[in-house]
Structures are given as structure tokens and as C-alpha cells.
């Protein structure tokens, strides 16, 4: 069954020319290097949007299925595919649905990847067991998100809404003028503690944490930035 419309086939225009597929940015370069050995393994890339890490993962050697919500955005990943075979193996769904045939064609999978995807799944626990179920053992998930302790800077939103609470967790729409894509798709906000303890509670043991820091250009753009951790990003091995 194909899963409902997704927030992201309204932006897809606006998300793949603003994302094109070089990457440059900190957290998705180190979520690349954590990821790594890549050559030859068999990698999964959950919520792979048009498919800019998807297709770096294959660039690199590994045998790679991306696995999204949005039509639209697949359809642009699936069309790159076609025109230039990288052997990318594309699959529609929700990784939430219990329903998961997006697991078979590579499984059970060395390494999961996650750039920038987990704040736009509503659900993160069913996510994350996806992940873990996906692995065999001694398997890596690696992932990047908007750091969740994040505040926001001037015209740059928080990960939570300026006003409100670190503590309170939920969905919401960005409203900071710089805030491109937030407030056009929203994405949720969950506390640091909140995502630690979903990866332990489903078998995935922290192995290292980072916070790197955001591009000089990004930082020019929006003043007091750097004073503030912005990226985060994890690997994390799946246990016994
Ligand atoms: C910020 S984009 C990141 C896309 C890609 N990983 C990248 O680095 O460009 C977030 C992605 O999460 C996807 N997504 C959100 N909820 C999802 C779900 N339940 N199942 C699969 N994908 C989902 C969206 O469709 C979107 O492509």
C-alpha cells in the first residue's frame, strides 16, 4: 500500500534546488565519515529524500536502498538513477508503517544513515526500531539532526518555538525569517534525552557523538550562531 501524501511533495522544488548534490555542509560530511568503512557494504538510507547522501554512499562504493515518504522527492531521486546508473535501489514507504518491505532488498543492512531526517518523523520510536531491525549485529546507525538544544539566533528558529519550552516536545513551524525550509514542511522537536534513550532502548549503543559547527557562510548570515551547538550528529552500534 503506497503511504499517504508527504510534507515534502509540497517543497520538493524548493528542497532539491536548495539542496543540490554537492556536500559540503559539516554535519552531513561528518555523518559520511561516520559512516565509513563504506566500499562494499550494504547500507540502508532512511528518509533518503532525493537521494544527495544516498547517492554519495554509492559514489563511494557501498550497495545502497533509500527508503522515503515523499513521491516527489523519490521521483527526482529515481530519475538521477536513470540517468546515471548507480545501482541505487529506491523504495516508497513510511518507515513507521509496521508493514516494512523496504527492509528486503539488502537485508539485513551494515549501516543505516539518517541525515537530517528524524526530526521530520513524527513517529521516532517506531523510526528507530525500524533502524535497529534493519542492522545485523555489530551494524552502525549513524544520523544528523538539527542540534536539539539549539535555541535559535535572530531570524533563525530554535528547535523548539521561541517562546516555549526545551521540555516540550512536539511538531511545530518554524517562523524565523532564515528559516527556509522549517517553516515551510514544520519538524519536531524532542529533547536531547529523548533520542539517546529511544537508540539505547532499541539496542543501539552510543559510539560517538559529535557537534560540528555550521560553515562560516551560514554563520555570516546568522549573527551569534556559533555561540550556540546547531548540528548534532551520532553513530551508534547495534548490539547483542
Ligand atoms: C530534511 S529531508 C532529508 C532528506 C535527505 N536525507 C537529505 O539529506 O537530503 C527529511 C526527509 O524525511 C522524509 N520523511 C519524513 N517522514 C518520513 C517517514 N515517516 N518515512 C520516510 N521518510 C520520511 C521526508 O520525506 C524528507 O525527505
Not at 59 to 71: E, F, K, L, Q
Not at 103 to 113: I, Q, R, S
Not at 192 to 200: A, E, G, W
Amino acid at each position: 500500500m503506497s503511504p499517504r501524501p508527504a510534507r515534502y511533495d509540497a517543497v520538493a522544488d524548493f528542497y532539491t534546488s536548495g539542496w543540490p548534490d554537492a556536500i559540503d555542509d559539516p554535519a552531513s560530511l561528518r555523518l559520511l565519515s561516520l559512516a565509513e568503512p563504506i566500499a562494499g557494504r550494504r547500507i540502508l538510507d532512511l528518509a533518503c529524500g532525493h537521494g544527495r547522501v544516498t547517492r554519495e554512499l554509492a559514489r563511494r562504493g557501498a550497495t545502497v536502498t533509500g527508503v522515503d515518504v515523499s513521491a516527489a522527492l523519490l521521483a527526482v531521486a529515481r530519475q538521477a538513477e536513470r540517468e546515471s546508473a548507480l545501482g541505487i535501489t529506491y523504495v516508497h514507504a513510511d518507515v513507521t508503517a509496521p508493514e516494512r518491505p523496504w527492509l528486503l532488498p539488502a537485508f539485513p543492512y551494515d549501516v543505516v544513515t539518517c541525515n537530517f531526517g528524524l526530526s521530520d518523523i513524527d513517529d521516532l520510536d517506531a523510526a528507530v526500531d525500524a533502524a535497529a531491525r534493519a542492522l545485523r549485529t555489530g551494524g552502525t546507525f549513524v544520523c544528523s539532526i538539527l542540534h536539539p538544544c539549539f535555541p535559535g539566533v535572530h531570524h533563525v528558529s530554535g528547535s523548539w518555538p521561541e517562546g516555549g519550552r526545551y521540555h516540550d516536545e512536539g511538531w511545530w513551524r518554524a517562523d524565523g525569517e532564515l528559516s527556509s525550509l522549517r517553516r515551510r514542511v514544520g519538524a519536531n522537536h524532542r529533547t536531547l534525552s529523548t533520542y539517546l534513550n529511544t537508540f539505547r532502548r532499541h539496542g543501539l549503543r552510543l559510539d560517538v557523538l559529535a557537534e560540528p559547527e555550521p560553515p562560516e557562510a551560514w554563520t555570516a548570515e546568522r549573527q551569534d550562531a556559533a555561540r550556540h551547538p546547531v548540528f548534532l550528529v551520532a553513530r551508534c552500534v547495534k548490539g547483542e
